[in-house]
């Protein structure tokens, strides 16, 4: 069994046909980049597996859980999801770090302040106040790259990247997909950026 399955999904939109018997099998640790053309459905389909958009017919299924109302919340906790718009909390980013590690379903994991600041903000070309800032005052590039380390940070089972290259400059690209393609993760990469190409990534295009 696969470790991620859609498996005949029907999607309509505004009398639009998105998906018709879509299939799509994706293995444990896989590395998937979603490169269809604009207006096929990408974001659609990682948000389905989210639970943020029902399919009108199929089944999706993680880990053998079939996708539903009851198991959403189980599913969700497996997965990072990190895309172009994050909309990260409100607030002195030091403490929206740490408000994040102390909700109930992160306090397992280890959180030390210091290897933000000392190691995460230098691996993402990110200034060394960064954390004294106010969310509100970042550039979008700056947020998502904030996004992305809390994702990592959250040491999840599935990542989802939203086009979270857009805006960046080509060495902070490459710097960024060389670091998140050194990870052991299921890993769905929704771009149309060339600096994924000839990594290694499974494309899938319909």
Not at 15 to 27: A, P, V, W
Not at 138 to 161: K, N, T, V, Y
Request: glycine letters at 6%; a negative charge.
């Amino acid at each position: 069994m696969a470790y991620l399955e859609f498996s005949n999904i029907q999607l309509n939109y505004q009398q639009q046909t998105i998906f018709s018997d879509f299939n799509l099998k994706i293995e444990r640790n896989e590395k998937t980049l979603f490169c269809a053309p604009s207006g096929r459905g990408k974001t659609s389909l990682v948000k389905m597996l989210l639970g943020f958009v029902v399919p009108d017919r199929g089944e999706i299924l993680v880990d053998g859980i079939t996708l539903t109302g009851e198991t959403v919340n189980q599913i969700r906790s497996k997965i990072s999801y990190v895309s172009q718009d994050t909309d990260i909390p409100k607030g002195i980013v030091r403490d929206v770090f740490e408000g994040v590690f102390k909700f109930e379903a992160n306090r397992h994991l280890s959180y030390n302040p210091d290897i933000l600041k000392n190691y995460w903000l230098d691996v993402m070309s990110l200034p060394k106040d960064t954390l004294e800032k106010n969310v509100e005052t970042l550039s979008g590039g700056e947020r998502q790259r904030l996004a992305l380390i809390l994702g990592i940070l959250l040491d999840r089972e599935i990542w989802i990247l939203d086009e979270i290259t857009t805006g960046l400059d080509l060495e902070l690209k490459t710097k960024m997909v060389d670091l998140i393609l050194g990870y052991d993760k299921t890993i769905l990469v929704v771009s149309h950026d060339d600096v994924y190409q000839n990594r290694g990534l499974r494309e899938v295009i319909w």
